[in-house]
């Protein structure tokens, strides 16, 4: 298994609300799908970096692809109703919670 090293960054503290930032060349994927990626909505790319914590996310997209055979499009709907239901979740523990 190939080891990557990412450096992390956060040009904007004020920004980054607790987001580091990593250079887009050090995910190990072509720009062209990363910029894919960025325009579907599955990440947000800035002055060639993404945030640390979507290289997850670019990783469940590209499985969807191979394992599922989900287009990119089909991917980013995907992982936003996967958030959606994630987002749903915790609402629901929060409010046994306060019961």
């Known amino acids: 298994m190939k080891k990557i090293h990412l450096q992390l960054y956060c040009f904007e503290p004020e920004l980054c609300e607790g987001y580091s930032w990593v250079e887009i060349e050090s ?29 997850q996310r670019i990783f469940q997209a590209i499985r969807l692809q191979r394992m599922l055979g989900v287009n990119l499009a089909g991917t980013g709907v995907i992982l936003k109703l996967l958030d959606r239901i994630r987002a749903l979740e915790n609402e629901i523990e929060e409010l046994k919670k306060q019961r």
């Open 27 to 55: 995910v190990g994927l072509s720009y062209e799908i990363l910029k894919k990626m960025d325009e579907l909505g599955v990440i947000e790319i800035r002055e060639n970096m993404i945030r640390a914590d979507q290289i």
